[in-house]
């Protein structure tokens, strides 16, 4: 039977407040993406005081499938199929965000001969509290549903499982809201005053470790209005940690709504160490981000590019890297596909500067005279990192293009051990450039690095991904030099000995400090919110 167009609604009764909301959704069958129905019921205390337990129960989540879905199942052979939901639920109070996720088991339904499917999950949620008064609102966002079909003999059919990815539709009524809650002053349950974000966020050294950031698609933090953007996180992994920060953790210590048993909450309070807590970070130039948003990333990055003229590889050395994501996007290109998009710009930081630590490179140029040059790669213009999930099953694939203006800039040299003084204004004449696949949207001289990654759902992501990390590769051509030498003009000579296209490039990225979030992830930040991991160069 097919679900009722219902539009979100809340009615109040006896003190509770009971959620029955509809929702569109597109989810990535087999078959292609197809138009679905999602529909949560809850109930929730009326309001709620400051500290006080909010636990949703009766939960429900209702999943009708288009007959394209029973399409692709009988294609298989299933007669039977049981399913698995696992819906991400953003958390928002004041300005403050967090995400938990509400998962859900069906019991097995007949495959129809025709018409759509409807799956019916129930299952226990985390239970919500939070330090602060204000209204806390709920919106439904990315849903991940795993199918198992069985042949009419019982037997799994092959595969055994199926993967299916929902985004919210962009037209989803109120951006998917399911229910707010007013939180009132401690011991009355009335409204109060919402408090302030605080400017810094606390230390947390009790509360325990987060999920590590390879464990999901990166999972941008909700926006101002409490709207879910489609798609953040298409994994369904309970408590995963938002790339930009927003982390639905058990037992947090720090301001804002919390996710998760009380139990957790009065160990955490104990304060005693938590096993397992991060290594010591390796020695690492200093990376903090000076005023940071919730949207604020940092990590470092380190590896090899290579000079083809010379036969050799320089060493780029650990450098820090700020970075400032934007929203995710949710877009069916007119090739029908999906992709979730994600912006974001990045700075290189040493001392201040837009570039990378000065590095020593020592060649044999000509292929016997032995030069060592100190380098630096000074960033010209703004670096954009644009991360794109196309959403295809089993498995998702992952691109992210990072595209930065550099100069190749020559603090000083050595031939066969004399100092050859180049001047102070020896560098490319203009930006580093790459191979550009979209040159009407990214003109100009610029160095592109691409990472790759992918996921075959419900495992995590291998490959690279912003918040996890790994290696970004890219091809360059070195410009030639200008303004080198003091008496005398070395343009020409260091131009013949470097300048030229095919050099390649490999830089590893680190995972990720999400170090503008209340509840940093301490297994990826240190106590000073600087990133944790500090990657070793590959060739």
């Known amino acids: 039977m097919a679900l009722a167009p219902l539009l979100p609604a809340a009615a109040v009764a006896a003190g509770t407040l009971k959620v029955d909301a509809a929702l569109p959704y ?29 636990r949703p129960t009766d939960v429900t989540t209702t999943v009708e499938l288009p007959p394209a879905a029973v399409a692709d199942l009988t294609a298989l052979r299933a007669a039977t199929v049981r399913a698995e939901t696992h819906v991400t639920v953003g958390v928002a109070q004041n ?71 929902c985004a919210p539709a962009p037209d989803a009524q109120d951006g998917g809201k399911l229910a707010t ?56 992994t309970a408590g995963a940690t938002g790339s930009a920060g927003a982390t639905a953790s058990t037992g947090s210590t720090t301001e804002g709504p919390r996710v998760g048993p ?3 909450e009065e160990e955490a309070e104990t304060g005693e160490e938590t ?16 005023k940071p948003t919730p949207l604020s990333l940092s990590a470092y990055i380190t590896g090899y590019s290579n000079v083809r003229k010379l036969g050799g ?40 500067r837009a570039q990378t630590p000065p590095f020593r490179a020592t060649f044999l140029t000509f292929d016997f005279v032995p030069v060592t040059a100190t380098l ?33 800039r020559v603090l000083d040299a050595e031939v066969n051990g004399t100092r050859l003084d180049v001047g102070p204004s020896c560098r490319t004449e203009k930006p580093l450039s790459s191979p550009e696949p979209d040159p009407a949207t990214y003109p100009g001289d610029h160095l592109v690095l691409v990472g790759k990654g992918s996921q075959t759902l419900p495992d995590p992501p291998v490959g690279y991904i912003l918040t996890g990390g790994g290696p970004l590769t890219g091809e360059v ?43 940093p992830p301490m297994d990826f930040c240190t106590e000073d919110l600087q990133p944790r991991q500090v990657p070793k160069p590959e060739r």
Do not use: Y
């Not at 096993?275 to 000076?290: L, Q, S, Y």
């Open 26 to 54: 597109v989810c990535a069958l087999p078959s292609g993406p197809r138009p679905a129905t999602v529909r949560i019921t809850a109930a929730f205390p009326e309001r709620a005081a400051v500290g006080e337990e909010i």
């Open 262 to 264: 009380q139990a957790d």
């Open 376 to 408: 630096v790669l000074e960033q010209t213009g703004p670096m954009t990192i644009d991360s794109d999930v196309l959403l295809i099953f089993p498995t998702n694939i992952l691109t992210t293009h990072v595209r930065v203006p550099l100069t190749l």
């Open 181 to 236: 809650i007013p939180v009132g002053t401690a011991g009355t349950g009335e409204p109060g005053t919402a408090s302030p974000t605080p400017g810094s966020p606390s230390p947390s050294g009790s509360s325990p470790a987060p999920p590590s950031p390879s464990s999901g698609l990166p999972v941008p933090p909700l926006p101002g209005d409490g709207t879910v953007p489609a798609p953040p996180d298409l994994t369904g």
């Open 95 to 165: 300005d403050r965000r967090t995400q938990a996720t509400w998962s859900g088991t069906a019991q097995p339904v007949a495959v129809p001969a025709e018409g759509p499917l409807v799956l019916t999950a129930t299952g226990d949620v985390p239970s919500l509290t939070t330090d602060a008064a204000g209204d806390l609102t709920l919106t439904a966002g990315p849903l991940a549903l795993d199918l198992a079909p069985s042949t009419a003999d019982g037997t799994a059919t092959e595969p055994p499982s199926l993967a299916v990815t």
């Open 477 to 519: 051509t070195i410009p030639a030099f200008k303004g080198c030498g003091a008496g005398e003009d070395l343009d020409r000579l260091l131009t013949a000995s470097i300048s030229g296209p095919g050099n390649h490039v490999k830089q590893m990225q680190g995972s990720t400090c999400s170090v503008g979030v209340e509840a």
């Open 313 to 352: 590889a320089n060493l780029i050395p650990t450098t820090c890297t700020l970075i400032e994501q934007g929203q995710a996007e949710f877009v069916v290109k007119p090739d029908g596909s999906m992709h979730v998009i994600t912006p974001a710009e990045g700075r290189l930081s040493h001392e201040g």
């Open 275 to 290: 096993p397992g807590a991060p290594a010591d970070r390796p020695d690492a130039p200093p990376c903090r981000t000076e």
